[in-house]
């Protein structure tokens, strides 16, 4: 798994603990709900630090507690 790959998987956990649609993570973190669909695209291959923060902030998280997963303790090399 790469890096955008775990972090669209972080915040699809989140919103399903929560039991929160992406258009409400949307409107309580202050972005358009057409930035978080872009971020769920696979095709998107980048997501921004800002933007992870931005949602972070909706869901009252700091940065540290979103990083803090599995899915980044098991992220693959990206130096190739």
């Known amino acids: 798994m790469g890096v955008k790959q ?11 603990e929560r039991n929160m649609a992406y258009n409400e993570l949307a409107s309580v973190s202050g972005v358009t709900p057409s930035s ?16 992870i923060k ?7 998280m700091s ?4 990083f803090n997963a599995r899915e980044f303790d098991e992220l693959e090399q990206e130096i190739r």
């Open 6 to 16: 775990a972090v669209v998987c972080r915040f699809q956990g989140i919103c399903k």
């Open 63 to 66: 940065l540290g507690e979103f």
């Open 54 to 60: 931005k949602l972070c902030d909706g869901l009252d």
């Open 36 to 51: 978080v669909y872009s971020m769920m695209n696979p095709s998107r291959e980048n997501v921004s630090i800002v933007l």
